[in-house]
């Protein structure tokens, strides 16, 4: 499935890239420009330029640059396609996707299908809720946790009527199938696999207040339900079983809303239940997440390393809570889960501590976000209560108590990839132990260090390599000129760039339809390049363009084909000498060092003398 070229071309025409960016964060005139502190780094003077001329924008602290999907992307955290459904959506353009084998149509109509009935389905629970009257004692029960009608509406809260064919029979009059409504979770049956058996669907939640779950660009792809009233043997909350739209373990609830607070916190807030959530996020405290369910997944580590370097898992006192806290635990402990991941990927991971019969939507509403702030900062690292829970629940006068603790501890400890906080670690483990830090470290598995430096390997950022000056030039003469491109394209450009090094970029370049006037064409071009290239791209779009186009680009194409040609004349000049050449090789290598001299003498005429 692909978008087309021209519909790229279209959005990226649609979309300035000043008025874009200038919706996420202020941008002040500088000259032709604009210019704003860089949200990629942290920095005192402003060095992200933005260029209306060029439609790019280029940060000359970091290096983070591109085209306007590229800005949406990594501000959004998001992939291409989904950058660009979200500015053709915002300048009202319908994007229509192609598709491919027949399988991959019906996944995508699937998909799209079920995206439809989710948002629809929302807004038929959050009428319930805020106009019908089967929703007022919800609306109560909402009101008591500190639930405004405004927040609701924020939030998009409904409400499941206690029937049992209530939101079925309402999907059925809008064309909804029963097998498509079994199929996204809103129906189930007593048993599972009769699908086809519209008699014996009825609705998965009822009598509940009813959490759109949202992917991370905000559409609706799943539902969690509360109970209106606690029933004996009823889950208080009711997840969608996993779908072709929903798996769980990879979504964290909130995180369309809460994303940006994360990357600006560095720092995000892990709480147990929507409410929870909710609470803070309306408080004021913004960098929060809920895991599906009650355990952090390792997948939602890899999630949150994409916006954040702290994790704070801040879950309920009750027996629950701390049971969530321990599957957590477990998770980040587990070598081949998150616990690798989270330090594989530099997570740090601190306990947040709610007092006995509090939550954190409670403790907020009693202490006030100050007072909840401070217990976040003052919040022990994973490993200081790690060791201190431990330790509690170990007999440390056992020997072969201690020692199993020991071997545990330092399994876990050789995946931190860090030497001076494993050693730090290793002291405060050691300690707490009582044993000698040299003994501790000999429990150490070798093995497991080593793979934690090659993960550390693996995970090092590629960087495109900057091209050598003069491909450089003719790569900013190509982009920014038209008569400079012409020229290069009128020349046997594909022969001799065969020959240069680094100069993949300029065949690219050279090989594309881009037209150096037109924004919107670069950027569609800039779409094809992996985020290296397009950073380079866009420091040499904001590069000052040298005087005397025509002259330069012959000037500097002369000097790549001389020394490709020199190159090939010391290689015919080498291999002519060799012994055992036969005299029709012989013959054939003078013709081509003549040939080659003559080219090398064309080439080394004065600028302006002609083509090649």
């Not at 079925?168 to 199938?177: E, K, M, N, S, V």
């Not at 998770?331 to 947040?352: G, P, S």
């Not at 950027?523 to 791209?537: D, G, H, Q, W, Y």
């Not at 084909?561 to 036969?582: D, H």
Request: contains cysteine; charged residues 25%.
């Amino acid at each position: 499935m692909a978008i087309p070229s021209e519909t790229i071309e279209q959005v990226a025409a649609a979309n300035d890239v000043v008025e874009v960016i200038g919706s996420y964060f202020p941008l002040k005139r500088a000259g032709t420009n604009f210019k704003a502190l860089c949200p990629f780094h942290q920095e005192k003077t402003p060095s992200f330029t933005v260029s209306p001329n060029r439609q790019t924008f280029h940060c000359f602290g970091c290096g983070a640059g591109g085209s306007v999907f590229r800005f949406v992307m990594d501000y959004e955290h998001i992939d291409f396609p989904s950058a660009v459904r979200k500015l053709a959506a915002r300048a009202g353009i319908t994007v229509v996707e192609k598709r491919g084998a027949s399988d991959e149509d019906r996944q995508y109509e699937t998909r799209k299908n079920l995206l439809k009935l989710h948002a629809e389905a929302a807004g038929w629970f959050h009428e319930n809720l805020i106009k019908k009257e089967i929703g007022e004692p919800a609306r109560k029960y909402l009101k008591q946790r500190g639930i405004t009608r405004e927040i609701a509406k924020r939030w998009q809260l409904g409400y499941a009527p206690d029937e049992w064919d209530a939101f079925g029979g309402w999907a059925r009059a809008q064309g909804y199938d029963t097998r498509e409504l079994i199929t996204g979770g809103l129906l189930k049956t007593k048993d599972e696999n009769e699908t086809h058996r519209r008699q014996s669907a009825y609705d998965r939640f009822r009598d509940r207040i009813m959490f759109p779950i949202c992917n991370d660009i905000g559409e609706v792809i799943a539902f969690s339900g509360r109970l209106l009233k606690d029933e004996e043997g009823a889950a208080k909350y009711l997840n969608s079983p996993e779908t072709p739209l929903f798996r769980k373990g990879n979504v964290l609830f909130g995180l369309h809303k809460s994303k940006r607070a994360l990357i600006e916190a560095n720092c995000a807030i892990v709480c147990e239940g929507q409410l929870d959530l909710i609470s803070l996020f309306e408080a004021g405290i913004t960098n929060v997440v809920a895991p599906q369910g009650t355990a952090f997944t390792d997948n939602q580590a890899r999630i949150l390393k994409r916006y954040v370097d702290e994790v704070v898992l801040c879950f309920d006192a009750d027996a629950a809570g701390m049971k969530a806290a321990e599957r957590s635990l477990e998770a980040l402990l587990q070598k081949d889960r998150a616990w690798f991941n989270a330090f594989a990927y530099e997570l740090t991971v601190r306990i947040a501590e709610i007092p006995a019969g509090e939550d954190p939507d409670s403790l907020i509403q009693r202490e006030g976000k100050e007072a909840f702030e401070k217990r976040i900062a003052e919040a022990p690292e994973f490993f200081d209560y790690w060791i201190a829970r431990s330790a509690e629940q170990t007999d440390l006068t056992s020997i072969t108590a201690k020692m199993q603790l020991a071997r545990q501890m330092a399994v876990a400890l050789s995946y931190t990839r860090d030497p001076f906080l494993r050693g730090e670690l290793a002291s405060k483990v050691s300690a707490r132990l009582g044993v000698s830090k040299s003994d501790f470290e000999t429990l150490l598995p070798k093995q497991q260090r080593e793979r934690a430096g090659t993960v550390e390997a693996a995970a090092a950022p590629s960087s495109a390599p900057t091209p050598a000056h003069d491909i450089a030039m003719l790569c900013l003469l190509a982009l920014r000129d038209g008569v400079a491109r012409n020229f290069l394209r009128a020349q046997r450009w594909r022969e001799i760039l065969e020959h240069v090094p680094d100069a993949d970029i300029l065949v690219r370049i050279l090989e594309s339809e881009l037209q150096p006037d037109d924004p919107a064409s670069l950027n569609a071009f800039m779409a094809t390049l992996s985020p290296e290239e397009e950073r380079l791209i866009s420091l040499w779009l904001l590069q000052k363009m040298p005087t005397a186009t025509e002259t330069m680009v012959e000037k500097w194409w002369q000097g790549i084909c001389q020394g490709v040609v020199r190159r090939r004349l010391e290689t015919a000049k080498n291999r002519i000498k060799l012994p055992e050449l036969s005299a029709g090789e012989i013959v054939n290598l003078q013709k081509q060092i003549l040939d080659l001299q003559e080219q090398l003498h064309e080439f080394s005429r004065p600028v302006g003398g002609g083509g090649t």
